[in-house]
C-alpha cells in the first residue's frame, strides 16, 4: 500500500512549510535558530497536522543529526534506553536528534530519564504536544528548552497546499485534473487549518472520481460530501482555533449570552471540552470574580460535572455556567492587583520579608535586638491591628483598588470604618 499523499508530499525545506510565518518567515527566531548550526532543546505547540513533524525532520537533515522519533501514547523508558545506546556508535556519529510526539502522555519519570542526555547535549530533544506545555511537560525539561506555538494554517495558505496536492496527483498518475469553480477554498476552509487533513480531502477526491478520457473533474458536491465531517467539527468560515476560545472568553466578558453559547456550541461540537471548561474557569475568577465571589466554586462544580458525565451530556451544566457567567456582575479588580504585584517582581522590587512577619523561631548571639515583635490581629479589636506588611522597599505600593460593585464596596466600607 502506498503512503498517503500527505506524506509523500511532505516538504523537504523550510520554505516549501506552509502557515507558520511567525516562526519561520525570514528573520523570525526559529528560522534564525535552525539557520544557526547549533540547535537547542524545543518544545513545539499547537494543534496536529500544521507542519511539526515534517519541520522536526526538516531540522534533522539540517543539521546531519539521527532523527529517531517516538509518541508519548505508546513509548517507554525502554525505548528510550534504545536510543541512548546509538550514542558513540556508526548509527549517531554526530549525536541523536529526538522528536518525541505528545509529550504530554509522558510521565514525569519518563521525561526525568531524558534529562541527564539532553542536559549533556548527547540527545538534542524536540518535542511536540498539542496541549499547554506549561500545564503538561515537566519544569526541568521546559527549563532546559524553548517554546514555540504553531498555530492552525490559514485558509490561503492550505489552498497553496490543496493545489500542489492535485498537481502531485496529476503528475503521478499521468492523469489531467479539472476543479470546478470552489472546490480548493472548500477544501482548504473545512479543513480547519490542519494541513494533513486536508492532503486527506484531496486524496479521497481523487479516488472517489472516476476518470473520463485520461481527466478527472472534481466537483465542488464531491469536496463538500468528503469533508463534511470536517467543516461540521471546525468553523466554516475558517476562524482558527485559538479564535473561536478568545471570542469564547470575551463574549462571557461582555455579558452575551447569546453570542458564548454559541461559541460554546461550536467548542463542544469540535469535542474540545477541555478549552471550553479552561476559558469558563478563567473567565469566572478574572471578569466576574469579587463581584460574586461564590461564582467560582459553583462554576468549578459545573465543570467537574461536565468532565464526569462527558459528551454530550457535558453541554447541559457547562451551559448553565456560561449564562451565569454572562448576567453576573463583573470586575477585574484582583486580576489587575496580582498583574502589578507580579510587575514589581518581573522588575526586581522585592525586598527582604520584614522581621515580624518571618518564621523565626531564633535569635543568634549577634542580634541585639531579639524577638520577632509580631501583632496578632485577633488579640485586638475588630481583628485588626496596624503593623507593616510589605518589604521595606514596597511599603506604600497598591495593587488592589476597590471595585465598583455591591460587594467590594461594601467591603472597602467596612475597612474605611475599622482602618480609618
Not at 468553523?235 to 461559541?263: C, W
Request: aromatic share 8%; hydrophobic share 35%; charged share 25%.
Amino acid at each position: 500500500m502506498s503512503a498517503p499523499l500527505a506524506d509523500r508530499l511532505r516538504p523537504q525545506s523550510i520554505d516549501d512549510i506552509v502557515g507558520q510565518e511567525h516562526l519561520l518567515g525570514e528573520g523570525k527566531a526559529l528560522r534564525n535558530i535552525i539557520t544557526s548550526g547549533m540547535l537547542p532543546n524545543l518544545v513545539f505547540y499547537g494543534p496536529s497536522g500544521i507542519g511539526k513533524t515534517t519541520l522536526a525532520s526538516i531540522i534533522a537533515k539540517s543539521t546531519n543529526r539521527t532523527l529517531r522519533k517516538l509518541n508519548g501514547t505508546n513509548a517507554s523508558i525502554a525505548d528510550i534506553k534504545d536510543i541512548v545506546a546509538e550514542l558513540d556508535t556508526l548509527s549517531a556519529p554526530n549525536g541523536i536528534l529526538l522528536y518525541l510526539d505528545e509529550i504530554q502522555y509522558f510521565n514525569k519519570k519518563q521525561q526525568q530519564s531524558l534529562l541527564e542526555y539532553i542536559e549533556n547535549g548527547d540527545i538534542t530533544l524536540i518535542a511536540s504536544t498539542a496541549e499547554n506545555p506549561y500545564f503538561y511537560v515537566y519544569n526541568a525539561i521546559l527549563s532546559r528548552s524553548t517554546v514555540f506555538e504553531f498555530k492552525p494554517v490559514s485558509p490561503k495558505d492550505v489552498e497553496k497546499a490543496v493545489l500542489r496536492g492535485f498537481s502531485f496527483l496529476s503528475e503521478e498518475s499521468g492523469e489531467e485534473f479539472k476543479l470546478e469553480d470552489g472546490v480548493p477554498m472548500h477544501i482548504a476552509t473545512a479543513c480547519g487549518g490542519d494541513v494533513r487533513k486536508a492532503m486527506n480531502a484531496v486524496e479521497l477526491c481523487y479516488l472517489s472520481t472516476i476518470p473520463k478520457d485520461n481527466s478527472r473533474t472534481i466537483t465542488i458536491n464531491t469536496a463538500k460530501e468528503l469533508t463534511q465531517r470536517s467543516a461540521m467539527k471546525y468553523d466554516r468560515d475558517g476562524e482558527e482555533h485559538y479564535d473561536i476560545v478568545s471570542a469564547f472568553q470575551k463574549s462571557m466578558r461582555g455579558s452575551d449570552a447569546n453570542a458564548a453559547l454559541h461559541y460554546l456550541a461550536r467548542l463542544l461540537e469540535a469535542g474540545d471540552l477541555l478549552s471550553a471548561t479552561r476559558r469558563l474557569l478563567v473567565c469566572a475568577c478574572e471578569d466576574v470574580g469579587l463581584a460574586y465571589p461564590m461564582i467560582i466554586p459553583i462554576v468549578k462544580a459545573a465543570v467537574d460535572t461536565a468532565l464526569q458525565v462527558g459528551l454530550p451530556e457535558a453541554r447541559i451544566p457547562l451551559a448553565d455556567a456560561v449564562v451565569l457567567v454572562c448576567n453576573s456582575p463583573k470586575s477585574n479588580s484582583a486580576y489587575l492587583g496580582i498583574n502589578k504585584a507580579m510587575e514589581d517582581l518581573h522588575r526586581g522590587n522585592v525586598g527582604p520579608i520584614p522581621r515580624h512577619l518571618q518564621n523565626m523561631h531564633y535569635d543568634g548571639d549577634d542580634n541585639k535586638n531579639k524577638g520577632q515583635f509580631y501583632n496578632y490581629p485577633h488579640e485586638h479589636g475588630n481583628h485588626w491591628v496596624n503593623q507593616q506588611y510589605l518589604p521595606d522597599s514596597l511599603v506604600n505600593a497598591k495593587y488592589y483598588e476597590y471595585g465598583d460593585n455591591k460587594t467590594e464596596q461594601a467591603a472597602k466600607e467596612y475597612w474605611h470604618k475599622i482602618k480609618g
